[in-house]
């Protein structure tokens, strides 16, 4: 699983999204967003099946971002592993 704060401020994780395990796996283990949904930093929170949890604060243009389509980010990488 990884949840998402769109607009994170530096002190607060406040839920935005989530994106769930099954459906990561169903997207080549990929998670894409609208890049309008950014508002400086994100916070990303990732969760294994054994509720590890691995947060990381990113913008765009730092690694781990691939622009796809048009306004689109995926982020390439999360707890789950490369899976290709």
Do not use: C, T
Not at 24 to 53: P, S
Not at 57 to 65: A, E, L, N, T
Not at 72 to 81: D, H, M, Q, V
Request: net charge negative; aromatic share 14%.
């Amino acid at each position: 699983m990884a949840m998402v704060d769109y607009d994170y401020k530096g002190e607060i994780f406040d839920f935005d999204d989530a994106f769930y395990a099954e459906d990561i796996e169903n997207q080549n283990w990929e998670v894409r967003f609208d890049a309008d949904k950014i508002h400086g930093k994100i916070m990303i929170i990732y969760i294994d099946i054994f509720d590890n949890e691995k947060r990381e604060v990113k913008k765009i243009g730092s690694s781990g971002f691939l622009m796809g389509k048009p306004r689109e980010l995926l982020l390439s990488e999360s707890l789950y592993g490369a899976r290709r």
